[in-house]
């Protein structure tokens, strides 16, 4: 349930699409150097054994390894990989993939960098779906499955892939955009053998087009139906029929326009759901005051399989207690869009042993946070996000429950922490009490700010993580920082892999340090840091084996971007401009840079220039 | 430590100023330049004088020590370029590090394009939840900032702005600038439609069209079976075709493909007359 789930990935699927053009004739292939080889026949054994075998593999991880074995693993691996990730969908053309890889049947493809989503990017950036669609069409017509992530899909992408393909079954779209609901409606009414639509945080426009009622009629095989981020209307009774027959659904998350009283009713027709986001989790106006309200507690108590709680959009607290039947069971409670209090948490959480992932408002504050550690001794992964995300002197989450999480939650391997101050001493003590740490981002929303106690920028602090943290892959620094925490990430933060900077570091030392340092790097994000072209040039070692680096408001010039883009032919060195700024500038906006084995693309809108 | 450590920001200040350090014990300063000149101005012009001091330079001023070798956008053009360069800028810095015995004057930060970095959708959480009690059905305040459904999103270079059927669920887009004339659009409204329609007619037919689809036609001319409309700016229903296609585009809003036996029936706004006459 992470917000952002990135598997490490080494060596990546594109990047051999290079060592292997330069293979070619020198691979050893199964009759090559042995005379008594030559024949067919035991090729074809040893293919036909090598496919069967290579059918169990399942981690591309260990598929890309294979492929690099020899050209008839190569190509045998094509052949039986069924499920294509492409971490950058400008990194290889679709022509290409499906060239390679012809008998695939899932597509997972990300497009946008992650600070697109905080405005850091013009729209129409790119990270168009539609080639790909058209080029799946094409060679797999056979596809069941998409996953796409910041990708801009078109209401006729989403008709193309419920038309072409008549085995379509399953859709998660993440972070996406440029669809509505009339495009909703034409999937959902073609693709007869859908099982999964999951809608996740992203941007849905009102076409005020009932799409719900578009399902076909008869039994449905849904199994998975999000659209929590659906900000529209949806039709109600459509919805309690389209559950009705639903016989296989297991998760449901509903949006905030449908109210606990129809919640309810959903409840009562598939108490075998274990996922429920829960709509607004508040009356609507229109049941009256002197109705019985119906018994949620009963039908909370009813989902007996019931492991993910989210929702709460528009949370009535006084509802909260109907949740209790479940709490024993919850290994995933999100509630972070519930503005809710300390006291009015505590009666939930302390009933919730077995939660590992728990998404939360500060609002709860370090109380509701010493709650938790209290508690769920299982916990792996907490976020809390702000309610009033502004800089303050103040929040109500410092830290004192940063402290109190890492002394109760012993296995935690993810946080994400947004906070108004913290200590270097509490960060010091989370790397020492959760070893287990794999992903570690705090977000100090005050810029520079120092830890308040000492005065000191808080280096200390993650240099402890990276030091004690030795599963660390992803890291979120901020606050004051000089170019003495990046020389420990340098030092110390081997497994990075992801690496996220903001208003921090002195010189360019602090980049160099991180670029030579960290050999497992492969997504670097920077903004608002003083790193100039000298510290770019310091990766050049590095950039082909990462997936991009992106740096805005910083202190590159054009010159010094068009010497890495000269120097690297397999970069795509972009350079994108905001709204008032000139095309022949020497200062660079905003660099994102990306291998790639297609050169500049064709499809960059005017305030990207392609060095 | 090589020189890059890059001083940009000590180029801009004339040599005989002092940044007046206030320096603690754990050698963290943090200037407090009066000057509006060397003031990187980075928010509009006019802006009040919140002293600017930048990107963790603080440890490395105190040495005082190289230059910088690359070079810097010369102050008046710092608003360019994105986050660090806007308004707020100057106003944030009086968080810088504030030794305990140091009060420091607060005023309200300004906003940062994409800081903190939360998605918009968490954004309005605040506000949201205090209209908790309230009928999930006001919306208003609730939708999602950026959004308005009816308005015709401009995406890239076109203008798509919805339309609708009688008798099709199934609205569609149409972007109004690949088209430059009421007849272009009128074709494109059959095209659209024709197909959607028909099944319309016979649910049945999945696949190969089995009944034979008919074209729709005279949207404009008030003719055919249908007429095309559209909603203005005023929120107001205007039949399509009577003012000049330029004006057309900047007004539209949404359109609408109606039945024309359903037309007297719809209000097409009384003073709207007026407005259609002024061409």
């Known amino acids: 349930m992470s917000e952002d789930d990135e598997r490490q990935q080494s060596p990546p699927s594109d990047l051999e699409f290079v060592s292997n053009k330069a293979r070619n004739c020198n691979a050893t292939g199964s009759g090559s150097g042995h005379p008594e080889f030559q024949s067919t026949y035991p090729d074809q054994v040893l293919e036909n054994v090598l496919e069967n075998v290579l059918h169990f593999l399942t981690s591309r991880r260990d598929r890309n390894a294979a492929s690099l074995v020899c050209k008839s693993w190569y190509r045998v691996e094509a052949l039986t990989r069924s499920e294509l990730f492409i971490g950058n969908c400008y990194a290889v053309s679709p022509g290409r993939a499906t060239a390679r890889f012809t008998r695939v049947k899932a597509l997972h493809l990300k497009g946008k960098p992650r600070f697109a989503d905080f405005n850091l990017m013009p729209p129409d950036w790119g990270a168009h779906f539609n080639p790909w669609a058209l080029a799946m069409a094409k060679a797999y017509p056979w596809l069941e499955k998409v996953h796409l992530k910041r990708m801009s899909v078109t209401d006729d992408d989403l008709a193309t892939l419920a038309e072409l393909f008549l085995g379509f079954k399953e859709l998660v779209l993440v972070c996406c955009d440029g669809f509505g609901t009339s495009g909703l409606a034409i999937f959902v009414s073609k693709c007869r053998q859908l099982k999964v639509l999951d809608l996740i945080e992203s941007e849905v426009s009102d076409d005020e087009t009932d799409w719900i009622s578009c399902f076909p009629e008869g039994e449905s095989n849904l199994e998975s139906l999000i659209f929590d981020c659906v900000e529209c209307h949806i039709n109600f009774e459509a919805l309690d029929r389209l559950v009705a027959r639903s016989p296989s659904l297991k998760k449901l998350k509903l949006n905030r326009y449908v109210s606990i009283g129809q919640l309810y009713r959903l409840m009562v027709r598939a108490p075998q759901l274990t996922h429920l986001g829960t709509g607004s989790f508040s009356p609507s106006d229109i049941a009256g005051q002197g109705d019985q309200e119906p018994d949620y507690v009963a039908a909370f108590a009813a989902c007996r399989s019931l492991v993910c709680l989210s929702g709460f959009r528009e949370i009535i607290p006084d509802y909260l207690p109907a949740i209790y039947p479940v709490c024993a069971n919850l290994t995933s409670l999100n509630f972070s869009y519930a503005n809710i209090t300390a006291d009015q948490l505590k009666p939930i959480i302390s009933k919730c042993h077995k939660l590992q992932t728990f998404w939360v408002l500060d609002s709860i504050c370090d109380e509701g946070l010493q709650a938790v550690a209290a508690t769920c001794k299982d916990l792996r992964e907490l976020c809390v996000f702000p309610v009033d995300p502004r800089e303050d002197n103040d929040g109500p989450v410092s830290e004192v429950g940063l402290q109190a999480i890492s002394e109760g939650c012993r296995k935690l391997q993810s946080i994400l922490y947004f906070c108004q101050r913290m200590t270097n001493a509490a960060v010091i003590a989370m790397s020492k009490n959760c070893p287990d740490l794999v992903v570690f981002r705090l977000c100090i929303m005050g810029r520079h700010r120092p830890d308040p106690v000492t005065g000191e920028p808080m280096d200390d602090g993650f240099g402890a993580i990276v030091m004690n943290c030795k599963k660390l892959t992803r890291l979120a620094v901020s606050g004051l920082l000089t170019d003495k925490a990046f020389d420990y990430i340098g030092r110390h933060g081997k497994l990075v892999c992801t690496l996220s900077v903001a208003f921090a570091g002195d010189s360019d030392m602090a980049l160099k340090y991180v670029l030579e340092g960290c050999p497992q790097l492969q997504k670097l994000e920077i903004r608002d840091s003083p790193f100039g072209d000298a510290a770019l040039r310091s990766g050049l070692h590095h950039y082909y084996n990462m997936r991009f680096l992106w740096m805005s408001s910083c202190r590159l010039t054009r010159h010094g971007c068009q010497e890495i883009a000269r120097a690297m032919p397999r970069l795509v060195v972009e350079v994108i401009r905001s709204a008032d700024e000139e095309e022949m500038d020497d200062v660079v906006g905003t660099l994102y840079m990306y291998r790639s084995l297609e050169g500049p693309r064709t499809d960059a809108p005017k305030f990207v220039t392609i060095l | ?279």
């Open chain 2, 1 to 279: 430590m090589e020189s890059g450590c890059s001083k940009k920001l000590l180029d801009l200040i004339p040599q005989e100023k002092k940044w007046g350090f206030i320096e603690n014990q754990n050698g963290i300063s943090h200037g407090s330049s009066e000057e509006k000149k060397l003031e990187l101005k980075l928010g509009p012009p006019g802006e009040e004088d919140e002293p600017l001091v930048s990107f963790g330079y603080f440890s490395s001023m105190k040495s005082n020590a190289k230059q910088a070798h690359n070079k810097f956008p010369p102050a008046q053009e710092d608003h360019r370029g994105g986050a660090v360069l806007t308004a707020s800028w100057a106003k944030n810095h009086h968080h810088q590090p504030k030794p305990p015995n140091c009060s420091q004057k607060r005023t309200a930060p300004g906003p940062v394009v994409g800081w903190p970095p939360i998605r918009s959708f968490r954004k309005n959480l605040a506000t949201t939840s205090k209209l908790a009690s309230e009928s999930p059905t006001s919306l208003p305040h609730k939708v999602a900032i950026e959004r308005k459904p009816a308005a015709p999103e401009t995406r890239g270079k076109g203008l798509f702005v919805k339309i609708n059927m009688d008798g099709v669920p199934i609205g569609r887009k149409v972007d109004l600038k690949s088209y430059d004339s009421y007849e272009k659009l009128s074709t494109a409204v059959d095209e659209l439609f024709r197909g959607l329609l028909a099944a319309q007619r016979d649910p049945s037919a999945d696949g190969p069209k089995q009944e034979e689809e008919k074209v729709i036609t005279g949207v404009l001319d008030g003719n055919g079976e249908y007429t095309l409309v559209y909603e203005d700016n005023e929120g107001d229903r205007m039949l399509v075709g009577d003012v000049p296609w330029h004006m057309f585009v900047s007004t539209v809003k949404r359109l609408r493909v109606l039945k024309s036996s359903e037309l007297s029936v719809i209000n097409l706004g009384s003073s709207k007359k007026g407005k259609m006459v002024q061409n």
